[in-house]
């Protein structure tokens, strides 16, 4: 292939360009024109990430993912890409879906100092999140082509590079899974070098389906067939694709799309073909049917083909027992049966506006249950919310007297058990007061507290709550962590489909939550940060979700324990070599291992 000259672009106005940027900056609003609209956009997104504008400093992510399939098609092409721009100051980038930088390219010696010093370089990510508007960031972040001059970029330490880049999207699933990037001096900025991006990102996804295995080809085929014979919900999955088709994406709500996907993982993955019946975190229910991938002989291999089928459950022939009706409380998740039991008792006192004392170690939803009645029993009645953590500010306890005296509707005190002796005596003064004005005709009252035993004055005050319910901890309800994953990803996963693998839900089964469901959320957010589609594997999950413990850890605890975890799985599980490389002895790590509840990864 013969070498190609880079032609330069006409002269940018830059001044035009940086006055802009530094408006925008200042909070001043940008003329329409003088910004190109992907940029500006960008620019919006950048601020609401709070990236920095005035500094780069990135942190290396720990497992930049240098064996995947995506790499190992990409490097030919990229090498033969730069021996194509020989002699030019050029770098080639391969970034992955997260924007992290997997390989860099280049054959100019200034060019790469630079790219040192802003920090663009293997194991550091390029996303927008953590840079603002860039060539990689930006297109992985809009879907396509984005070709970023000078002061186009947010940082102002990439004013001096232009970078095009292009998304490398997977040849079967169509997910993206990478982008490439040229990069240059802006000086030396060329439409050409988005042309140059825009083919090699053709040819790394041609490599992508060459190195596709048989089963994958298979799953396509299979999905493929099924799509064709009927016109309903159809998607296909497996460890490591997800495919969907148009009808359950606009059918199905995200959070209902989450949930199937669980569900068919768990179903294929156990073998349970038939027909699946599944409860949808929307309220409505589908039958879902499981067709695995076979080899040779009839061999079940991972994946399979899915079609649902929506509606009420299939009925069964002959007579049935009267089902008793399921109380379904908007926004939540569960069935385990204390789970269930504590709903159905928060929920009865407040159809019979008994007063409420609700007990839960932190985390266990005692807020979120709250809500959820009073928006079932008074949809519109707002529910006040008013925390003994603050009780110390002058103001608190008279928002709480005037909401006891004179509110309507619903009153929440929370964290009740936190309050001074002083605070205890004057809540209970004023309970006597609108009990005495039978405020209970117009205001519901519930209060939470994590305190047990009960005693002294918060037990005096706990006599004007008739009623008392207790929220069991998660590790009392834990195959509710099967329905809450797949709803909490849908809540929390903005840019596609996102399954959690079985496996990985084994680790997450096998956790006790000291944290409670609080602590599920938390960890799935950090987990969507790093993983925004496709399926969650267990190296995908943070140090945490690798132990089993029953208390929660000191910061330096923490810190250990993350240390030994990341070790270990560097190392396969090693633990001589686990020790070693931490510094430490054999019979240490043992210890730890066995003082956190560390699950050790398989060899």
């Not at 990439?158 to 993206?176: C, N």
């Not at 005296?405 to 809540?427: F, K, N, P, Q």
């Not at 496709?534 to 324990?561: F, K, M, N, Q, Y």
Request: glycine share 10%.
């Amino acid at each position: 292939m013969p070498r190609k000259e880079i032609t330069r672009v006409g002269e940018t106005d830059d001044s035009r360009l940086a006055g802009a940027r530094g408006r925008f900056l200042a909070g001043k609003p940008v003329a329409a024109g003088q910004v190109r609209q992907m940029i500006l956009a960008s620019w919006w997104r950048s601020r609401r990430w709070n990236v920095a504008a005035d500094h780069i400093d990135l942190s290396s992510v720990p497992d930049p993912g240098l064996g995947t399939p995506l790499i190992r098609s990409a490097l030919p092409v990229l090498r033969g890409l730069l021996e194509n721009l020989e002699g030019q100051p050029v770098s080639v980038i391969l970034a992955d879906a997260r924007g992290v930088v997997l390989s860099r390219l280049t054959a100019d010696h200034d060019l790469e100092r630079h790219l040192d010093g802003v920090q663009l370089l293997p194991g550091c990510s390029y996303a927008e999140e953590s840079v603002g508007t860039n060539g990689i960031g930006t297109a992985l972040e809009s879907g396509q082509s984005a070709h970023v001059v000078g002061h186009e970029h947010y940082a102002k330490h990439l004013e001096d590079l232009a970078d095009a880049a292009v998304p490398v999207h997977h040849p079967i699933s169509g997910r993206t899974v990478g982008a490439v990037s040229l990069t240059c001096w802006r000086k030396d900025a060329s439409e050409l070098l988005l042309v140059l991006a825009q083919s090699a990102a053709g040819q790394i996804m041609q490599a992508m389906l060459t190195d596709c295995s048989a089963q994958e080809v298979q799953l396509l085929q299979e999905y493929l067939g099924a799509c064709r014979r009927t016109g309903g919900i159809v998607f296909a999955l497996s460890a490591d694709l997800v495919m969907m088709n148009d009808n359950a994406r606009d059918v199905l709500d995200p959070g209902d799309q989450a949930a199937l996907l669980g569900h068919a993982a768990e179903a294929l993955a156990t073998g349970h073909l038939g027909g699946v019946d599944v409860g949808l975190p929307t309220g409505a229910t589908a039958r879902m049917y499981c067709r695995p991938l076979r080899g040779p002989g009839q061999r079940r291999l991972p994946g399979g083909v899915v079609q649902v089928k929506l509606g009420g459950l299939a009925s069964q022939p002959g007579p049935q027992p009267a089902a008793q009706p399921r109380r379904v409380l908007p926004g939540l998740i569960g069935s385990g049966p204390l789970w269930l039991r504590g709903c159905d008792q928060v929920d009865k006192a407040c159809a019979s506006g008994e007063w409420l004392a609700l007990g839960g170690e932190p985390g266990a939803g005692k807020l979120a249950l709250l809500r959820a009645v009073c928006q079932r029993r008074g949809p519109g009645r707002a529910l006040h919310v008013l925390d003994a953590d603050d009780g110390d500010d002058r103001d608190w306890l008279v928002r709480v007297l005037g909401e006891l005296l004179e509110g309507e509707g619903s009153l929440l005190i929370r964290h009740v058990d936190r309050l001074s002796s002083l605070r205890l005596r004057t809540l209970w003064i004023t309970l006597e007061q609108a009990l005495a004005a039978e405020r209970q005709q117009v205001l519901w009252v519930a209060v939470t507290l994590s305190q047990s035993p009960v005693q002294g004055d918060l037990a005096g005050l706990l006599r004007f709550f008739p009623r008392t319910a207790e929220l069991p901890p998660l590790r009392h309800h834990l195959e509710d962590v099967r329905e809450l994953v797949p709803f909490f990803l849908a809540k929390l996963s903005h840019h596609g489909p996102l399954a959690c693998s079985p496996e990985a839900m084994q680790l997450l089964l096998r956790s006790d939550w000291p944290g409670n469901t609080e602590q599920l959320w938390q960890v799935l957010r950090r987990v969507v940060r790093r993983r925004r589609t496709g399926t969650i594997h267990p190296a995908d999950l943070p140090p945490e979700c690798w132990t089993v413990g029953r208390r929660l850890l000191s910061p330096l605890e923490s810190v250990e324990r993350d240390a030994i975890v990341q070790s270990l799985l560097d190392h396969d599980g090693n633990k001589v070599k686990t020790a070693q490389s931490l510094g430490t002895s054999r019979a240490t790590i043992y210890r730890k291992i066995h003082e956190y509840g560390i699950v050790t990864p398989a060899s």
